[in-house]
Nanobody, 122 residues
């Protein structure tokens, strides 16, 4: 089994910063892409940022220049540094990882965390 556990959400004032972390654990053979989605109330879940095993990154236009994604392959962990936060960044942030397990090393699938709430408000 594989688990993803997020941490670092909370309440922050506009203009502030937060750092999200997501650690994968379990019977992991290899983690390919990792990243973050978010879902605001009444809206669809949208991609925020993604990072490949080689370190290539991709960001939603709305967060470019403010958010930075990084990963620690040795610790199976992905981070999201969020700066200059805006009220419209308020959402539940979900971590995902495309993982091949020890029992199926040639295959892979997306695993998801349970989400962490980020609230940007004064």
């Amino acid at each position: 089994q594989v688990q993803l556990v997020e941490s670092g959400g909370g309440l922050v004032q506009p203009g502030g910063s937060l750092r999200l972390s997501c650690a994968a654990s379990g019977s992991i053979f290899r983690i390919n892409a990792m990243g973050w989605y978010r879902q605001a109330p009444g809206k669809e879940r949208d991609l925020v940022a993604a990072i490949t095993i080689g370190g290539s990154t991709n960001y939603a236009d709305s967060v470019k220049g403010r958010f930075t994604i990084a990963r620690d392959n040795a610790k199976n962990t992905v981070f999201l540094q969020m700066n200059s936060l805006k009220p419209e960044d308020t959402a539940v942030y979900y971590c995902y990882a495309f993982i091949a397990t020890m029992t199926a090393p040639s295959n892979g699938m997306n695993y998801w965390g349970k989400g962490t709430l980020v609230t940007v408000s004064s």
